[in-house]
């Protein structure tokens, strides 16, 4: 079952200018910098109070997210929304038809796992499923 929204996932050129203009302008902070070299990309999650973004840049001149910028140049990249039950959810969307990126979910910290539904199963737009627990 839904939880509530999580984030928004943003692609950027330059985290560190990205946040100190969130920071200087909206009083965001940052509260979750990972780094996934194998992906080709690293990623900070800024919140304030009860909006959180996640910023992603590309590392290297391979990967998706690299791929991104020089078709976009920049901008959305996902919404995030929070769910009880990943699998369930996974199982449920499935015998409705939806197609997901990745058929299982990935492990992104020790606390959450995620999947995205593939844009062609939802108008475009690419979502990502997340289910935090906590330590």
């Known amino acids: 079952m839904i939880k ?7 692609v950027v050129r330059n985290i560190e200018e990205v946040v100190s203009l969130f920071s200087n302008l909206f009083g965001f902070k940052i509260t979750e910098p990972r780094t996934f070299p194998e992906e ?7 919140s304030k109070e009860e909006v959180t973004l996640e910023l992603i840049e ?3 001149s391979e990967g998706i997210i690299q791929k991104f910028v020089e078709k976009h140049g920049g901008g959305l990249h996902h919404i995030s929304i929070q769910v009880d039950d990943l699998e ?11 197609k997901f990126v990745n058929e299982e979910p990935s492990r992104v910290s020790e606390t959450s796992k995620i999947v995205f539904v ?3 199963s939802t108008t475009g737009l690419l979502i990502e499923l997340i289910q935090r627990t906590t330590p």
Do not use: M, W, Y
């Not at 199982?91 to 939806?98: D, I, M, S």
């Open 40 to 46: 080709g990309f690293r990623s900070t999650l800024i």
């Open 88 to 98: 369930g959810e996974i199982k449920r969307l499935k015998a409705q038809g939806v």
């Open 4 to 10: 509530k929204f999580d984030h928004v996932g943003l």
């Open 118 to 120: 593939h844009p062609r």
């Open 58 to 60: 590309p590392i290297g």
